[in-house]
Protein backbone atom coordinates (compact mmCIF):
# COMPACT_ATOMS: atom_id res chain seq x y z
CA UNK A 1 0.00 0.00 0.00
CA UNK A 2 1.67 2.65 -1.25
CA UNK A 3 0.63 6.60 -0.60
CA UNK A 4 1.11 9.18 -2.79
CA UNK A 5 4.21 10.64 -1.94
CA UNK A 6 3.99 14.19 0.19
CA UNK A 7 0.20 14.29 1.16
CA UNK A 8 -0.33 13.63 4.71
CA UNK A 9 -2.99 10.88 4.34
CA UNK A 10 -3.65 9.56 0.93
CA UNK A 11 -6.70 7.40 0.42
CA UNK A 12 -4.74 4.06 -1.20
CA UNK A 13 -8.31 2.09 -2.30
CA UNK A 14 -11.24 3.86 -3.92
CA UNK A 15 -13.69 0.99 -2.88
CA UNK A 16 -13.21 1.43 0.69
CA UNK A 17 -14.12 4.75 0.66
CA UNK A 18 -17.24 5.58 3.23
CA UNK A 19 -20.19 4.03 1.85
CA UNK A 20 -18.47 1.71 -0.73
CA UNK A 21 -18.57 -2.34 -0.25
CA UNK A 22 -16.70 -3.33 2.65
CA UNK A 23 -16.77 0.44 4.06
CA UNK A 24 -13.80 1.70 6.27
CA UNK A 25 -11.28 3.84 4.81
CA UNK A 26 -7.64 2.86 5.07
CA UNK A 27 -4.97 5.73 5.32
CA UNK A 28 -1.26 5.63 5.51
CA UNK A 29 -0.05 8.21 8.26
CA UNK A 30 2.93 9.99 7.82
CA UNK A 31 5.74 8.64 10.35
CA UNK A 32 7.09 11.51 12.91
CA UNK A 33 9.73 13.86 11.23
CA UNK A 34 8.77 13.59 7.85
CA UNK A 35 7.20 16.67 6.93
CA UNK A 36 9.26 19.91 8.11
CA UNK A 37 6.78 22.03 11.03
CA UNK A 38 6.19 25.48 12.03
CA UNK A 39 5.83 26.49 15.58
CA UNK A 40 2.42 28.37 16.14
CA UNK A 41 1.65 30.95 19.08
CA UNK A 42 -1.58 30.35 20.18
CA UNK A 43 -3.21 32.19 22.79
CA UNK A 44 -5.51 30.74 25.56
CA UNK A 45 -7.63 33.35 27.72
CA UNK A 46 -8.05 35.92 29.09
CA UNK A 47 -11.37 34.66 29.46
CA UNK A 48 -11.22 30.77 29.11
CA UNK A 49 -13.62 28.89 31.46
CA UNK A 50 -10.78 26.86 32.59
CA UNK A 51 -8.70 29.65 33.73
CA UNK A 52 -11.50 31.00 36.67
CA UNK A 53 -10.84 33.96 36.15
CA UNK A 54 -8.88 36.27 33.54
CA UNK A 55 -6.15 34.61 33.50
CA UNK A 56 -3.93 34.69 29.62
CA UNK A 57 -1.72 31.94 28.33
CA UNK A 58 0.55 32.26 25.70
CA UNK A 59 1.62 28.75 24.17
CA UNK A 60 4.26 28.05 21.52
CA UNK A 61 2.89 24.65 19.67
CA UNK A 62 4.55 22.54 17.70
CA UNK A 63 1.26 20.89 16.07
CA UNK A 64 -0.38 19.76 18.74
CA UNK A 65 2.60 19.33 21.10
CA UNK A 66 2.96 22.27 23.81
CA UNK A 67 6.99 23.65 23.22
CA UNK A 68 6.50 26.68 25.80
CA UNK A 69 3.50 28.33 27.81
CA UNK A 70 3.84 31.56 29.59
CA UNK A 71 1.07 32.40 31.95
CA UNK A 72 -0.11 36.03 31.47
CA UNK A 73 -1.05 37.70 34.74
CA UNK A 74 -2.44 41.04 36.10
CA UNK A 75 -5.88 41.61 35.08
CA UNK A 76 -7.07 41.82 38.50
CA UNK A 77 -4.31 43.49 40.50
CA UNK A 78 -6.37 45.79 42.24
CA UNK A 79 -3.21 46.94 44.76
CA UNK A 80 -3.93 45.39 47.64
CA UNK A 81 -0.39 46.33 49.32
CA UNK A 82 -0.28 49.83 48.12
CA UNK A 83 -4.07 50.39 49.75
CA UNK A 84 -3.07 48.47 52.92
CA UNK A 85 -0.73 51.17 53.74
CA UNK A 86 -3.15 53.53 54.06
CA UNK A 87 -5.79 51.61 55.96
CA UNK A 88 -5.66 51.07 60.15
CA UNK A 89 -5.50 47.03 60.80
CA UNK A 90 -8.97 46.44 61.44
CA UNK A 91 -9.91 47.92 58.24
CA UNK A 92 -7.28 45.80 56.72
CA UNK A 93 -9.27 42.84 57.82
CA UNK A 94 -12.14 43.68 55.13
CA UNK A 95 -9.57 43.85 52.78
CA UNK A 96 -7.42 40.72 52.72
CA UNK A 97 -10.62 38.63 52.65
CA UNK A 98 -11.19 39.83 48.76
CA UNK A 99 -7.98 38.42 47.40
CA UNK A 100 -8.85 34.73 47.22
CA UNK A 101 -13.01 35.48 47.29
CA UNK A 102 -13.32 31.36 47.77
CA UNK A 103 -11.59 30.98 51.26
CA UNK A 104 -12.00 34.26 53.10
CA UNK A 105 -11.73 33.31 56.13
CA UNK A 106 -8.60 31.62 56.19
CA UNK A 107 -7.75 35.23 54.02
CA UNK A 108 -8.21 36.83 57.71
CA UNK A 109 -6.35 34.28 60.14
CA UNK A 110 -2.63 34.91 58.73
CA UNK A 111 -3.23 38.75 58.74
CA UNK A 112 -4.89 38.85 62.42
CA UNK A 113 -2.19 36.15 63.81
CA UNK A 114 0.35 38.56 63.02
CA UNK A 115 -0.57 41.67 64.10
CA UNK A 116 -2.17 39.56 67.48
CA UNK A 117 1.46 38.17 68.10
CA UNK A 118 3.18 41.46 67.11
CA UNK A 119 1.30 42.98 69.89
CA UNK A 120 1.33 39.98 72.22
CA UNK A 121 -2.46 39.80 72.80
CA UNK A 122 -3.60 36.90 74.44
CA UNK A 123 -6.53 35.19 72.32
CA UNK A 124 -9.09 33.66 74.19
CA UNK A 125 -10.07 30.19 74.22
CA UNK A 126 -13.34 30.15 72.58
CA UNK A 127 -12.03 32.40 69.98
CA UNK A 128 -8.92 30.02 68.96
CA UNK A 129 -11.60 27.07 68.93
CA UNK A 130 -14.10 28.69 66.71
CA UNK A 131 -11.38 29.84 64.36
CA UNK A 132 -10.53 26.43 63.81
CA UNK A 133 -13.64 25.00 63.17
CA UNK A 134 -14.68 28.04 60.29
CA UNK A 135 -11.35 27.62 59.15
CA UNK A 136 -11.91 23.90 58.57
CA UNK A 137 -15.44 24.85 56.94
CA UNK A 138 -13.88 27.30 55.01
CA UNK A 139 -11.78 24.91 53.24
CA UNK A 140 -14.37 22.71 52.67
CA UNK A 141 -16.58 24.86 51.10
CA UNK A 142 -13.23 25.45 49.02
CA UNK A 143 -12.41 22.29 48.15
CA UNK A 144 -15.81 21.78 46.88
CA UNK A 145 -15.84 24.07 44.27
CA UNK A 146 -12.58 23.05 43.15
CA UNK A 147 -13.79 19.58 43.02
CA UNK A 148 -17.08 20.61 41.18
CA UNK A 149 -15.57 22.74 38.33
CA UNK A 150 -12.39 19.93 37.89
CA UNK A 151 -14.96 17.45 36.78
CA UNK A 152 -16.73 20.26 34.54
CA UNK A 153 -13.68 21.49 32.88
CA UNK A 154 -13.29 17.53 31.83
CA UNK A 155 -16.74 17.39 30.40
CA UNK A 156 -18.47 15.85 34.14
CA UNK A 157 -21.84 18.36 34.23
CA UNK A 158 -23.37 16.23 37.50
CA UNK A 159 -20.34 16.90 40.20
CA UNK A 160 -20.73 20.54 40.10
CA UNK A 161 -23.93 20.52 40.66
CA UNK A 162 -23.76 18.32 43.58
CA UNK A 163 -20.83 20.76 44.42
CA UNK A 164 -22.87 23.65 44.84
CA UNK A 165 -25.72 21.59 46.68
CA UNK A 166 -23.55 21.37 49.50
CA UNK A 167 -21.92 24.25 49.00
CA UNK A 168 -25.38 26.38 49.08
CA UNK A 169 -25.72 24.37 53.16
CA UNK A 170 -22.56 25.48 54.63
CA UNK A 171 -22.72 28.87 52.77
CA UNK A 172 -25.59 28.92 54.95
CA UNK A 173 -24.41 28.14 58.22
CA UNK A 174 -21.57 30.74 57.87
CA UNK A 175 -23.74 33.19 56.74
CA UNK A 176 -25.52 32.71 60.34
CA UNK A 177 -22.35 32.96 62.25
CA UNK A 178 -20.56 35.89 60.57
CA UNK A 179 -23.47 38.00 58.54
CA UNK A 180 -21.47 37.21 55.39
CA UNK A 181 -22.03 34.57 52.47
CA UNK A 182 -18.49 35.06 50.92
CA UNK A 183 -16.72 38.17 52.57
CA UNK A 184 -16.94 37.00 56.12
CA UNK A 185 -14.69 39.74 58.22
CA UNK A 186 -15.56 37.77 61.22
CA UNK A 187 -12.13 37.90 62.86
CA UNK A 188 -10.94 41.03 64.50
CA UNK A 189 -7.64 41.63 66.03
CA UNK A 190 -7.84 39.65 69.43
CA UNK A 191 -10.47 37.87 68.86
CA UNK A 192 -14.07 37.70 66.78
CA UNK A 193 -16.79 39.66 65.73
CA UNK A 194 -19.64 38.33 67.55
CA UNK A 195 -20.02 34.75 69.35
CA UNK A 196 -21.95 31.61 67.66
CA UNK A 197 -25.44 32.20 67.18
CA UNK A 198 -28.08 29.40 68.94
CA UNK A 199 -28.38 26.48 67.15
CA UNK A 200 -25.11 26.76 65.10
CA UNK A 201 -23.23 23.87 66.94
CA UNK A 202 -26.13 21.69 66.19
CA UNK A 203 -26.52 22.19 62.43
CA UNK A 204 -23.21 22.22 62.01
CA UNK A 205 -23.10 18.64 63.49
CA UNK A 206 -25.98 17.60 61.15
CA UNK A 207 -23.66 19.42 57.76
CA UNK A 208 -20.77 17.17 58.93
CA UNK A 209 -22.76 13.94 58.75
CA UNK A 210 -24.14 14.98 55.38
CA UNK A 211 -21.40 16.47 53.55
CA UNK A 212 -19.34 13.09 54.66
CA UNK A 213 -22.36 10.80 53.12
CA UNK A 214 -22.30 12.82 49.97
CA UNK A 215 -18.82 12.78 49.48
CA UNK A 216 -19.18 9.15 48.19
CA UNK A 217 -20.92 10.51 45.26
CA UNK A 218 -17.74 12.28 43.84
CA UNK A 219 -16.27 8.93 44.66
CA UNK A 220 -18.07 7.14 42.44
CA UNK A 221 -18.70 10.05 39.77
CA UNK A 222 -15.11 11.31 39.77
CA UNK A 223 -12.48 9.21 41.33
CA UNK A 224 -13.57 5.49 40.44
CA UNK A 225 -14.45 6.47 36.51
CA UNK A 226 -12.40 5.40 33.66
CA UNK A 227 -12.56 8.44 31.79
CA UNK A 228 -11.40 10.83 34.08
CA UNK A 229 -8.57 8.65 35.29
CA UNK A 230 -8.07 8.29 31.89
CA UNK A 231 -8.08 12.22 31.41
CA UNK A 232 -5.63 12.33 34.95
CA UNK A 233 -3.44 9.75 35.30
CA UNK A 234 0.18 9.99 34.66
CA UNK A 235 -0.70 13.88 33.14
CA UNK A 236 1.43 16.89 34.47
CA UNK A 237 3.65 15.24 36.49
CA UNK A 238 5.18 17.30 39.02
CA UNK A 239 8.29 16.20 41.25
CA UNK A 240 8.65 17.63 44.80
CA UNK A 241 12.11 19.11 44.44
CA UNK A 242 10.67 21.23 41.44
CA UNK A 243 7.50 22.08 43.41
CA UNK A 244 9.38 23.33 46.43
CA UNK A 245 11.84 25.47 44.02
CA UNK A 246 8.68 27.15 42.86
CA UNK A 247 7.15 27.95 46.43
CA UNK A 248 4.41 25.39 45.55
CA UNK A 249 1.98 24.87 48.59
CA UNK A 250 -0.99 23.29 49.44
CA UNK A 251 -2.87 20.33 47.70
CA UNK A 252 -0.25 20.99 44.63
CA UNK A 253 2.90 20.15 46.94
CA UNK A 254 1.39 17.73 49.07
CA UNK A 255 0.41 15.82 45.64
CA UNK A 256 4.01 15.92 44.68
CA UNK A 257 4.78 13.58 47.94
CA UNK A 258 5.66 16.07 50.21
CA UNK A 259 3.87 16.55 53.62
CA UNK A 260 4.32 20.01 54.09
CA UNK A 261 1.41 21.62 55.83
CA UNK A 262 1.73 24.41 58.61
CA UNK A 263 -0.99 23.45 60.79
CA UNK A 264 1.08 20.26 61.20
CA UNK A 265 4.64 22.06 60.79
CA UNK A 266 4.49 24.97 62.99
CA UNK A 267 0.72 24.51 64.34
CA UNK A 268 -1.27 27.45 65.07
CA UNK A 269 -4.77 28.15 66.83
CA UNK A 270 -5.76 24.84 68.50
CA UNK A 271 -4.35 22.30 65.16
CA UNK A 272 -1.97 20.76 68.05
CA UNK A 273 -4.81 20.02 69.94
CA UNK A 274 -6.62 18.06 67.15
CA UNK A 275 -5.98 14.62 65.33
CA UNK A 276 -5.17 14.66 61.72
CA UNK A 277 -3.65 13.20 58.28
CA UNK A 278 -1.64 15.08 55.59
CA UNK A 279 -2.95 13.12 52.94
CA UNK A 280 0.39 12.85 50.70
CA UNK A 281 0.07 11.39 46.59
CA UNK A 282 2.78 9.56 45.30
CA UNK A 283 3.11 10.35 41.60
CA UNK A 284 2.34 14.24 41.53
CA UNK A 285 -0.05 14.30 38.54
CA UNK A 286 -3.34 15.62 38.07
CA UNK A 287 -5.49 13.22 39.61
CA UNK A 288 -3.10 12.94 42.77
CA UNK A 289 -3.69 15.95 42.97
CA UNK A 290 -7.30 15.79 42.76
CA UNK A 291 -7.36 13.16 45.22
CA UNK A 292 -5.47 15.38 47.87
CA UNK A 293 -8.37 17.40 47.23
CA UNK A 294 -11.06 14.87 48.34
CA UNK A 295 -9.15 13.54 50.84
CA UNK A 296 -8.10 17.19 52.40
CA UNK A 297 -12.03 17.51 52.77
CA UNK A 298 -12.57 14.70 55.09
CA UNK A 299 -9.41 15.48 57.80
CA UNK A 300 -11.00 18.76 57.56
CA UNK A 301 -14.43 17.43 58.61
CA UNK A 302 -12.61 15.20 60.89
CA UNK A 303 -10.86 18.69 62.75
CA UNK A 304 -14.70 20.07 62.84
CA UNK A 305 -16.17 17.18 65.04
CA UNK A 306 -13.29 16.39 67.00
CA UNK A 307 -13.53 21.29 67.94
CA UNK A 308 -17.79 20.29 68.60
CA UNK A 309 -16.39 17.96 71.19
CA UNK A 310 -13.81 20.16 72.50
CA UNK A 311 -15.36 24.18 72.58
CA UNK A 312 -15.31 25.90 75.64
CA UNK A 313 -17.36 28.20 77.36
CA UNK A 314 -15.88 31.83 77.60
CA UNK A 315 -15.47 35.14 76.01
CA UNK A 316 -14.53 35.51 72.43
CA UNK A 317 -12.20 38.53 72.68
CA UNK A 318 -10.39 40.31 75.28
CA UNK A 319 -11.95 42.89 77.76
CA UNK A 320 -9.33 44.99 77.61
CA UNK A 321 -8.31 45.42 73.38
CA UNK A 322 -7.41 49.57 73.13
CA UNK A 323 -9.43 51.21 70.37
CA UNK A 324 -6.93 52.27 68.27
CA UNK A 325 -4.60 48.93 67.08
CA UNK A 326 -0.63 50.43 67.01
CA UNK A 327 1.70 47.44 66.94
CA UNK A 328 4.97 48.09 67.82
CA UNK A 329 7.92 48.49 65.94
CA UNK A 330 8.98 45.78 64.07
CA UNK A 331 8.00 43.01 61.67
CA UNK A 332 6.78 39.49 61.47
CA UNK A 333 6.08 37.01 58.73
CA UNK A 334 2.96 35.63 59.90
CA UNK A 335 1.47 32.40 57.67
CA UNK A 336 -1.48 30.14 58.08
CA UNK A 337 -2.68 27.13 55.67
CA UNK A 338 -5.45 28.47 53.70
CA UNK A 339 -7.21 25.99 51.20
CA UNK A 340 -4.91 26.23 48.21
CA UNK A 341 -1.69 26.82 50.32
CA UNK A 342 0.46 28.78 52.53
CA UNK A 343 -1.26 32.25 52.51
CA UNK A 344 1.78 34.24 54.46
CA UNK A 345 1.82 38.45 55.29
CA UNK A 346 5.12 40.14 55.90
CA UNK A 347 3.98 42.95 58.28
CA UNK A 348 6.41 45.89 58.84
CA UNK A 349 4.96 48.55 61.71
CA UNK A 350 6.94 51.42 62.60
CA UNK A 351 4.53 51.96 65.47
CA UNK A 352 1.62 53.63 63.77
CA UNK A 353 -1.81 52.69 63.57
CA UNK A 354 -0.80 51.85 59.73
CA UNK A 355 1.24 49.04 58.57
CA UNK A 356 4.65 50.23 57.16
CA UNK A 357 4.07 47.58 54.86
CA UNK A 358 1.94 44.64 54.36
CA UNK A 359 3.62 41.86 51.89
CA UNK A 360 1.07 39.76 50.71
CA UNK A 361 2.45 36.03 50.25
CA UNK A 362 -0.56 34.13 48.17
CA UNK A 363 -0.37 30.13 47.31
CA UNK A 364 -2.07 31.08 43.81
CA UNK A 365 0.72 33.13 42.84
CA UNK A 366 3.74 30.71 43.43
CA UNK A 367 1.46 27.76 42.10
CA UNK A 368 0.81 29.90 38.73
CA UNK A 369 4.57 30.48 38.05
CA UNK A 370 4.87 26.44 38.54
CA UNK A 371 2.24 26.00 35.19
CA UNK A 372 4.88 26.78 32.54
CA UNK A 373 7.36 23.49 34.17
CA UNK A 374 4.23 21.06 34.07
CA UNK A 375 2.66 22.35 29.94
CA UNK A 376 6.00 22.08 28.20
CA UNK A 377 5.68 18.74 26.30
CA UNK A 378 1.76 18.27 27.15
CA UNK A 379 -0.78 17.90 24.01
CA UNK A 380 -3.44 20.91 23.63
CA UNK A 381 -6.17 18.26 25.04
CA UNK A 382 -4.28 17.94 28.11
CA UNK A 383 -3.72 21.30 28.88
CA UNK A 384 -7.49 21.79 30.62
CA UNK A 385 -6.45 18.88 32.34
CA UNK A 386 -3.17 20.47 33.47
CA UNK A 387 -4.47 23.89 34.45
CA UNK A 388 -7.46 22.85 36.18
CA UNK A 389 -5.58 21.08 38.23
CA UNK A 390 -3.26 23.73 39.80
CA UNK A 391 -5.82 24.93 42.05
CA UNK A 392 -5.79 28.34 41.53
CA UNK A 393 -7.92 31.61 42.38
CA UNK A 394 -7.37 34.45 39.85
CA UNK A 395 -7.76 37.37 42.50
CA UNK A 396 -5.34 35.42 44.57
CA UNK A 397 -2.56 35.67 42.04
CA UNK A 398 -3.10 39.23 41.10
CA UNK A 399 -4.25 40.26 44.41
CA UNK B 1 22.35 27.37 62.10
CA UNK B 2 22.92 31.28 61.93
CA UNK B 3 26.36 30.53 63.24
CA UNK B 4 27.19 28.01 60.69
CA UNK B 5 26.05 30.16 57.55
CA UNK B 6 28.39 33.17 59.51
CA UNK B 7 31.57 30.77 59.63
CA UNK B 8 31.08 29.05 56.20
CA UNK B 9 30.43 32.30 54.22
CA UNK B 10 31.77 35.51 55.98
CA UNK B 11 29.36 37.38 54.37
CA UNK B 12 26.88 37.64 56.94
CA UNK B 13 26.74 41.32 58.36
CA UNK B 14 24.88 40.97 61.36
CA UNK B 15 21.72 38.40 62.42
CA UNK B 16 18.26 39.55 63.78
CA UNK B 17 16.47 37.54 66.14
CA UNK B 18 12.53 39.03 66.42
CA UNK B 19 11.23 38.18 69.88
CA UNK B 20 8.46 35.87 67.89
CA UNK B 21 11.45 33.73 66.85
CA UNK B 22 12.14 34.61 63.16
CA UNK B 23 15.58 35.04 61.93
CA UNK B 24 16.88 37.32 59.19
CA UNK B 25 20.27 37.32 57.92
CA UNK B 26 21.62 40.92 56.86
CA UNK B 27 24.12 41.17 53.96
CA UNK B 28 25.40 43.26 51.53
CA UNK B 29 23.88 43.51 48.23
CA UNK B 30 27.33 42.05 46.62
CA UNK B 31 26.96 38.82 48.90
CA UNK B 32 23.49 38.73 48.24
CA UNK B 33 23.68 35.89 46.23
CA UNK B 34 26.90 33.94 47.93
CA UNK B 35 24.67 33.85 50.91
CA UNK B 36 21.29 32.77 49.48
CA UNK B 37 23.60 29.93 47.35
CA UNK B 38 24.96 28.73 50.43
CA UNK B 39 21.50 28.39 51.96
CA UNK B 40 20.66 26.54 48.85
CA UNK B 41 23.48 24.19 48.22
CA UNK B 42 25.01 23.55 51.56
CA UNK B 43 23.72 20.29 52.72
CA UNK B 44 23.23 21.10 56.37
CA UNK B 45 21.13 24.22 55.39
CA UNK B 46 19.17 22.78 52.51
CA UNK B 47 17.13 25.68 51.98
CA UNK B 48 15.31 24.17 49.03
CA UNK B 49 12.06 26.31 49.08
CA UNK B 50 11.95 29.61 47.21
CA UNK B 51 8.73 31.12 49.50
CA UNK B 52 8.77 34.77 48.30
CA UNK B 53 10.79 37.78 47.44
CA UNK B 54 9.63 41.02 48.11
CA UNK B 55 10.95 44.28 49.43
CA UNK B 56 10.37 47.60 52.13
CA UNK B 57 10.53 51.11 51.35
CA UNK B 58 12.74 52.17 54.27
CA UNK B 59 12.65 56.10 53.01
CA UNK B 60 16.56 57.37 53.04
CA UNK B 61 18.13 54.12 53.59
CA UNK B 62 16.89 53.05 50.29
CA UNK B 63 15.15 50.15 49.62
CA UNK B 64 15.39 46.60 51.66
CA UNK B 65 15.36 43.26 49.60
CA UNK B 66 13.81 40.58 51.60
CA UNK B 67 13.54 36.50 50.27
CA UNK B 68 12.07 34.17 52.54
CA UNK B 69 13.03 30.56 52.03
CA UNK B 70 12.08 27.80 53.78
CA UNK B 71 13.59 24.19 54.60
CA UNK B 72 11.08 21.54 54.04
CA UNK B 73 13.40 18.65 55.82
CA UNK B 74 14.32 21.22 58.69
CA UNK B 75 11.02 22.88 58.76
CA UNK B 76 13.21 26.22 59.48
CA UNK B 77 12.49 29.70 57.73
CA UNK B 78 15.21 32.50 57.15
CA UNK B 79 14.75 35.52 55.89
CA UNK B 80 18.10 37.20 53.85
CA UNK B 81 17.74 41.20 53.99
CA UNK B 82 19.78 43.62 51.98
CA UNK B 83 19.32 47.73 51.69
CA UNK B 84 19.76 48.80 47.68
CA UNK B 85 19.94 52.60 47.24
CA UNK B 86 17.01 54.28 46.38
CA UNK B 87 18.07 55.29 42.71
CA UNK B 88 19.67 52.48 40.21
CA UNK B 89 19.48 50.18 43.12
CA UNK B 90 20.65 46.02 42.08
CA UNK B 91 21.10 42.72 43.07
CA UNK B 92 21.99 39.45 41.15
CA UNK B 93 19.16 37.63 40.25
CA UNK B 94 18.22 34.33 42.26
CA UNK B 95 16.92 32.15 39.34
CA UNK B 96 19.82 30.78 38.61
CA UNK B 97 19.29 28.81 42.29
CA UNK B 98 15.23 28.62 42.66
CA UNK B 99 13.17 28.80 39.13
CA UNK B 100 10.37 30.07 41.08
CA UNK B 101 12.69 33.30 41.67
CA UNK B 102 11.60 34.43 38.54
CA UNK B 103 8.04 35.77 38.79
CA UNK B 104 8.69 37.41 42.46
CA UNK B 105 11.92 39.25 40.96
CA UNK B 106 9.61 40.38 37.87
CA UNK B 107 7.38 41.76 40.59
CA UNK B 108 9.63 43.60 43.10
CA UNK B 109 11.20 45.56 39.65
CA UNK B 110 8.09 46.90 38.83
CA UNK B 111 6.51 47.82 41.90
CA UNK B 112 9.85 49.34 43.13
CA UNK B 113 13.00 49.57 40.03
CA UNK B 114 14.92 47.54 41.75
CA UNK B 115 16.99 46.07 39.10
CA UNK B 116 17.96 41.73 39.12
CA UNK B 117 20.99 41.42 37.46
CA UNK B 118 21.40 38.66 35.35
CA UNK B 119 17.62 37.58 35.36
CA UNK B 120 16.25 36.06 31.71
CA UNK B 121 12.93 37.94 31.10
CA UNK B 122 12.93 40.65 33.45
CA UNK B 123 9.54 42.28 31.76
CA UNK B 124 5.97 43.83 33.66
CA UNK B 125 4.19 41.19 35.30
CA UNK B 126 1.20 42.33 37.10
CA UNK B 127 0.87 45.80 35.69
CA UNK B 128 0.25 46.72 31.85
CA UNK B 129 2.42 48.03 29.36
CA UNK B 130 1.46 51.88 29.46
CA UNK B 131 1.67 51.91 33.23
CA UNK B 132 4.28 54.29 34.33
CA UNK B 133 5.65 54.53 37.72
CA UNK B 134 6.55 52.09 40.64
CA UNK B 135 3.41 51.98 42.94
CA UNK B 136 4.83 50.36 45.85
CA UNK B 137 7.80 52.92 46.51
CA UNK B 138 6.40 55.70 48.86
CA UNK B 139 6.66 58.68 46.84
CA UNK B 140 3.44 57.28 45.12
CA UNK B 141 0.64 58.27 46.00
CA UNK B 142 -2.96 57.06 45.70
CA UNK B 143 -4.76 58.52 43.22
CA UNK B 144 -8.02 59.01 46.17
CA UNK B 145 -4.77 60.63 48.81
CA UNK B 146 -4.06 63.19 45.64
CA UNK B 147 -6.89 64.96 45.77
CA UNK B 148 -7.60 64.40 49.47
CA UNK B 149 -5.76 64.27 52.35
CA UNK B 150 -6.65 61.81 55.07
CA UNK B 151 -8.81 63.37 57.78
CA UNK B 152 -6.50 61.49 60.31
CA UNK B 153 -7.46 64.21 63.11
CA UNK B 154 -10.78 62.76 63.43
CA UNK B 155 -9.55 59.41 65.15
CA UNK B 156 -10.73 58.14 68.42
CA UNK B 157 -8.61 58.00 70.69
Same mark, same amino acid.
Not at chain 1, 39 to 63: A, C, F, K, W, Y
Not at chain 1, 179 to 184: A, K, T
Not at chain 1, 261 to 268: A, C, L
Given at each position: ??????A???????T?? &?? /??G??????V????R???????????????S? #???????? +??????? @???????????R????? /????????????????????????????????????????????Q?????????? @???? #????????????? /?? +? &????A??? @???????????????? #????? @???G????L?????????????? %?? #???????????????????????G?????? /???????????????????????? &????????????????????????????????????????????????????G??? !???????????????????????????????? &???? !???????????M??????????????????? %?????????? | ??D????? *????E???? *?????????? *?????????????R???????????????????????V????????????V??? *?????????????????????????????????G???????????L????????????F?????????????????
Amino acid at each position: MAGREGAGVAVTDPTML &PG /APGEGIAIDVAEPGRFATEEMILNIGPQHPST #HGVLRMVL +TLDGELI @RDAEPVIGYMHRGFEKM /AEVRDYRQIIALVNRHDWLSAFGNELGLVLGVEALMEVEVPERAQWIRTMLAEWN @RVLN #HLMFMGSYGLELG /AM +T &PIFLAFRE @REEIQGLLEAATGGRM #HFTYN @RIGGLKEDLPRGFMKESARLVKV %VR #HRLADYEGLLLGNEIFKKRTVGIGKLPGSV /ALEYGCTGPILQAAGIAEDSRKTE &PYLKYSDVSFEVPVGENGDSFDRFWVLYRRIQESLKIIEQVHDKLPSGPIIPGKMP !KNIKPPEGWIYSRAENSLGETGYYIVSRGGKE &PWRV !KMRTPSFSNVSMIPYLLRGVLVPDLISVLGS %VFFVVGDVDR | MIDHVKEA *TGAVEREEV *TPQGQIALHV *TPANWHVVAEHLRRCPRCNFGMFNWLSAVDMEDQGFEVIVHLYSASSLQAVNIK *TMVPRDGGSVRTLTDLWRGASFHERECWEMFDIGFDGHPHLVKLLLAEPFVGHPLRKEFLLMTREAKEWPGAKEPE
